[in-house]
């Protein structure tokens, strides 16, 4: 019988900038509902890689796969619409907007410009945030308003609004008190257990043993 193939095969990865070379040649397969981590130490490439696997930066050499099929990640909305969602390290939520419309964003635009607006959009996004162990985050509220944990959950309900099948965090735990942590690795076994794949990068070996199915060095 043929194996299923990885879920996502990125091979060959070569990114520059000027004067530096982030990625030389990396490979990196996922399969369906593994957490793969990620390890390396400050500056070895691991954004850069996360980046062009969120279509943020195209990669001068390499090829990527998705569920078997070649794949050019030309945006982040391309690599949203396969599944494919991104927790940053830096988050990226607009601060003066609720965390209803932040949930929202990049979704389909209606005539209205967002396709689930007022009451529906707190009200699906009142049920992510219950899902992800904080019903105490208002989705009425602007995300300046919050914590750095609490962005992070709004960034992670983001992801769940899509229909996703690979969810990337890139150092997730940084801005996180141990309880947090706790709920986060809950959070990862949840999505696990639903067939989702995690990449969870870190330089904390202690997590990395904690969360991980397989771990690639670099
Ligand atoms: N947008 C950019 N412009 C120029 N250099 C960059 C950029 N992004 C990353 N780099 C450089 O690429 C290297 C890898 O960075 P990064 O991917 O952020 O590493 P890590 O996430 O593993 O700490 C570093 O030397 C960094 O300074
Ligand atoms: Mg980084």
Redesign the pocket.
Known sequence: MAQEPPLLSMSGIAKS????R??DGVDLDVQAGEVHCLL??????????I?VLAGA?QPDEGTIHWRGEPVTLRSPIAAMRLGIATIY?ELDLVEHLSVAENVHLGHEPTTAGFVVRGKAARTSTAQLLERLGHPEIDPARSVGELSAAQQQIVSMARALSHDVRLIVM??PSAALDPDEVDNLFRIVADLTADGVAVVY?S?RLVEIRRSGDRVTG?
């Open positions: 900038f000027p004067g530096v982030a990625l390396g130490q400050n500056g070895a490439g691991k954004s850069t890689l980046k930066h390290q890139d150092e990068i330089h670099s």
